[in-house]
């Protein structure tokens, strides 16, 4: 198994700058720790900022070759899915998508690979504040319904009755993508009512889009569909 060095820099609200740093085994939900560069010991981000607050991300999590998804995980649900890129392409600080209190327990999760492997993420937000992300690996010429990282459920399982209102999408397969040239989001009756566009962090920082949302109901499915 190949692996690769992963960090992120996070500003608090007591002014305070977290530095991120863990080696991760590529293909594997990994937690990135606090650098011992400048903290006494790698813990995780809740145990170091227990009671703050992460007001900016300075650096999203970033690695060497390849990144797909990134989360704040809280007792085992996505709290807040975060903003991923490979190092050196990165365009600018951003926001958190979600206001919130840390605490202890909290953990950022993370899902690097290889600059080859086919994983598509679609991570999301509704309107109501859900924060999820749905993963499948194309291949051929095929379709892939995505599913959650976390039951295995598909998106009308997983988001019934609620809209999404915010997304963006990772993928290294580029021109082979032919849905929408990312993922699309499919009615009962398998016609497209949403989507988004996915971008090869290696190429670009995937960059969260307001555009392509849908109120999602039963046996609604995000699809994404291949060339080759």
């Known amino acids: 198994m190949t692996t690769q060095v992963v960090t992120a820099s996070f500003m608090l609200n007591t002014g305070e700058v ?23 010991s790698a813990v995780s981000i809740g145990q170091f900022a227990d009671g703050k607050v992460i007001t900016q991300i300075l650096q999203p999590v970033s690695g060497a070759t390849g990144m797909s998804y990134a989360y ?5 649900e996505i709290l807040c899915i975060l903003p991923v890129s490979v190092d050196g392409v990165q365009n600018k600080p951003q926001e958190m998508l979600r206001s919130f209190t840390l605490q202890a327990g909290d953990t950022i999760q993370v899902m690097s690979k290889t ?3 086919r994983l598509f993420a679609y991570s999301c937000v509704t309107n109501s504040g859900v924060h999820s992300i749905f993963t499948g ?5 095929a379709d892939t319904s995505l599913t959650h990282i976390k039951t295995g ?5 997983s988001l019934t009755g609620q809209m999404i209102a915010c997304h963006f999408a990772t993928s290294v397969d580029g021109s082979k993508l032919t849905s ?27 960059e969260k889009s307001y ?4 109120s999602i109901f039963l046996n609604f499915v995000a699809r994404v569909t291949t060339s080759s």
């Open 115 to 117: 600059a080859a492997n």
């Open 72 to 76: 704040i995980d809280r007792r085992g």
């Open 18 to 40: 977290v530095d991120m740093n863990t080696t991760t085994t590529d293909g594997t939900e990994t937690e990135l720790l606090t650098s011992t560069k400048y903290a006494v």
């Open 153 to 157: 459920q598909g998106l009308g399982a």
């Open 180 to 206: 929408g040239g990312g993922v699309y989001l499919l009615n009962d009756k398998g016609l497209p009512i949403g989507g988004v566009a996915a971008t090869s962090p290696a190429n670009l920082q995937p």
């Open 211 to 214: 555009m392509g949302g849908a």
């Open 137 to 141: 690996t194309p291949a051929g010429a």
